[in-house]
């Protein structure tokens, strides 16, 4: 299975955009690299998406290396809401299953 | 209503008792799944069914079975639960296809004594 590395835990100053990266040398030419949160005492729940080029949707941007073996996941305006556990997996097209590692803590400061 | 519910939220029992906890979806997904939280180790699969007829087993499946009554239900059992099985439990359910987007209900807080 390929895998991803995350920091297990990053701070960030509400209104101020947090990058979360996530490492993935391993990709295949074929995996989809995707974001979920968990937010406290919640199921984890989508973020975003991508293969190969930027991504953005209402809720981050979604920076992929050009040689995708990393990605970005970016907020633009960090708020109370998103202090949560942000993971970051890979999906290979016809793979079956998803593994989610431990995934990076986001902690928001007022 | 919640598209991804689990019953019950809260569930203590005691080591040896037989437990089964339930997860219905109103997505009309075909693909459901179950997860296992524990503290410091994320999210492991523990069974995942891509139909009414498709059962899997996931990661660490040993001391657990499953039932997938209908597209919309699928339970997990414990048949004789022990300590180490004290966890969050998620239920999860998919589309499929290219993105195969998860989607997880609330989770079930179990306790084995």
């Known amino acids: 299975d390929a895998k991803t590395t995350q920091p297990n835990s990053m701070e960030s100053n509400e209104e101020e955009p947090v990058h979360l990266p996530c490492n993935h040398s391993?990709?295949?030419?074929?995996?989809?690299i995707h974001w979920y949160r968990q937010l406290p005492s919640q199921g984890p729940e989508y973020v975003i998406h991508?293969?190969?080029s930027n991504v953005n949707n209402r809720m981050a941007s979604l920076a992929i290396a050009e040689d995708r073996k990393s990605s970005t996941l970016i907020l633009h305006r960090a708020t109370l809401r998103d202090a949560a556990v942000y993971y970051c997996?890979?999906?290979?097209?016809?793979?079956?299953?998803?593994?989610f590692g431990t995934g990076t803590k986001l902690q928001v400061i007022p | 209503d919640a598209d991804v519910t689990q019953t019950p939220r809260n569930r203590i029992t005691k080591t040896g008792k037989r437990i089964m906890l339930e997860c219905s979806q109103t997505k009309g997904h075909d693909r459901m799944y179950w997860y296992r939280q524990d503290p410091g180790l994320g999210l492991r699969l523990i069974y995942y069914s891509f139909d009414v007829k498709d059962i899997n087993k996931g990661e660490i499946s040993d001391g657990y079975s499953v039932s997938r009554q209908a597209q919309a239900k699928f339970s997990l059992s414990l048949e004789s639960a022990i300590p180490n099985q004290t966890a969050l439990y998620f239920c999860a359910t998919s589309f499929g296809g290219s993105t195969d987007t998860q989607y997880f209900g609330p989770g079930t807080r179990l306790t084995v004594l």
């Open positions: 991508g293969l190969t």
């Open positions: 391993t990709i295949s030419g074929t995996d989809y």
């Open positions: 997996i890979l999906r290979d097209l016809g793979y079956q299953k998803v593994t």
